[in-house]
């Protein structure tokens, strides 16, 4: 089992930034990827962005493009979402996710363990 814990969220006025940070413990050997998904108030949870443990290979919606950088650390047991020039509509709670199986995807089911998710607040 993977247990993941999302930090580093807060409320930051437009054109601001924050870096969230998950920390995964127990079984990650057999992570082939991990990724950021959020949900907004009233809408569905969304991609946001993916990286692969082999390669480093990153992806990302195309609303964050250019303005967000997903990352890993030296241990393959954190990541980070930098997001710069924050937008009202970013708002959101935001969640880390991992996954065993499918070497990273913009497809929320195909991620197995979640956290438990951190608020990010963008005022205009």
């Known amino acids: 089992q993977v247990q993941l814990v999302e930090s580093g969220g807060g409320l930051v006025q437009a054109g601001g930034s924050l870096r969230l940070s998950c920390a995964a413990s127990?079984?990650?050997?057999?992570?082939?990827?991990m990724g950021w998904f959020r949900q907004a108030p009233g809408k569905e949870r969304e991609f946001v962005a993916f990286i692969r443990w082999s390669g480093g290979t990153t992806v990302y919606a195309d609303s964050v493009k250019g303005r967000f950088t997903i990352s890993r650390g030296v241990a393959k047991n954190t990541i980070y979402l930098q997001m710069n020039s924050l937008r009202p509509e970013d708002t959101a709670v935001y969640y880390c996710a991992s996954d065993s199986l499918f070497g990273g995807s913009i497809d929320q089911e195909k991620y197995d363990t979640w956290g438990q998710g951190a608020q990010v607040t963008v005022s205009s």
């Open positions: 127990g079984r990650t050997f057999n992570t082939y990827a």
